[in-house]
């Protein structure tokens, strides 16, 4: 019997950080009292809230379009996404000389859509309810000649991604656990193999929606498992199944899936507004969340957190957490 070798290795991670030096920002880990008195552990934050587009997804696009052929960029690329990896491949394809056409739902939030064309991006809108994204994104690319650049099934993309945990490490040293938010499972696939390339005891932990839990299924399951579209706050988690290639990375690499509500999701990105003073959007705070609502049993003593994005503007920020939840 025969094992796969795995999509990506810490190798890659490195490598994807050597590319993005300069380029994307080394984002500040944030320390606060009152949030370890709050859970009872020190806990170091990772805050890609202020990346470039807002988000961690600027990483793995970079890495990925950076990559392509002077004849694949005269081109240009195609991606799908809710947002943040649509600012992203938009941003990354303006930076190396590209054009970018993104297939975004129709209910995507108006503040990422606004910044994705500001990036000079083309928009394909759909139903997410009702239309296939990847199908919709998949004949653009071939109508036009266009390379597509996936949110998540890419080796380069989870490279990318995992370089925010390497940077994380080398400021906080080794922790005992690492939390990071799980959509499509990108994000987690390319933290996990950092964290746990250079920390093998390290404690791998995701956090879903609570509507939003394919992964936590899929791993429970031993295989990828599809659910209902999910109806949540955290926009950037609304998926229905976990990726192929982030799934067989997760399987092997991910200790446990934490679940949120979205009132917890507000609470966490009300503390993180008045206690921590950084704006986080619903995705990047179910981590957070996931800690001050205790839904993480047994919690180490030093532990790390992905905060994904802070993509939100002030109209909807102020409807998620202007009154009580």
Do not use: W
Not at 84 to 102: D, K, Y
Not at 122 to 130: C, H, L, N, Q, S
Not at 142 to 169: D, F, K, N, S, W
Not at 284 to 311: D, E, F, Q, Y
């Amino acid at each position: 019997m025969t094992t796969a070798p795995a999509p990506i290795t810490l190798d890659d991670v490195q490598d994807a950080a050597a590319r993005l030096k300069g380029v994307a920002h080394r984002t500040p880990v944030l320390r606060s009292r009152t949030l370890d008195a709050a859970v009872g552990a020190e806990i170091h934050l990772k805050c890609e809230n202020f990346q470039r587009v807002g988000a961690f997804k600027f990483r793995g696009a970079y890495n990925a379009v950076s990559r392509l052929t002077p004849g694949q960029l005269a081109r240009g690329v195609a991606a799908y996404s809710s947002g943040n990896h649509a600012q992203a491949v938009a941003l990354a394809a303006r930076e190396l000389g590209a054009t970018a056409v993104i297939v975004m739902p129709e209910d995507a939030p108006r503040s990422k859509r606004a910044a994705t064309e500001g990036y000079g991006a083309e928009i394909v809108t759909y139903d997410r309810y009702a239309g296939d994204r990847v199908a919709i994104a998949e004949a653009l690319a071939a109508e036009r000649g266009l390379t597509l650049i996936p949110p998540y099934e890419h080796p380069h993309v989870m490279a990318g991604q995992g370089t925010a945990t390497l940077e994380l490490l080398e400021e906080a040293g080794e922790l005992d656990a690492l939390l990071a938010p799980v959509g499509g499972g990108g994000l987690i696939a390319g933290s996990a193999t950092a964290a746990k390339g250079l920390h093998p005891g390290i404690r791998i932990v995701g956090v879903e929606p609570e509507t939003g839990d394919d992964t936590k299924r899929s791993l429970e399951a031993g295989r990828r498992v599809e659910i209902p579209v999910p109806r949540t706050i955290a926009d950037g988690q609304a998926l229905h199944t976990p990726g192929e290639l982030t799934f067989s990375v997760n399987q092997r690499l991910v200790d446990e899936i934490a679940l949120v509500s979205d009132d917890e999701i507000r609470a966490a990105m009300r503390f993180a507004f008045e206690r921590l003073k950084i704006v986080v959007e619903p995705s990047g705070a179910t981590p957070l969340a996931a800690l001050l609502a205790g839904r993480v049993p047994s919690l180490p003593r030093r532990v790390g957190v992905i905060v994904s994005g802070g993509n939100i503007d002030a109209r909807r920020f102020a409807e998620l957490c202007g009154g009580g939840a």
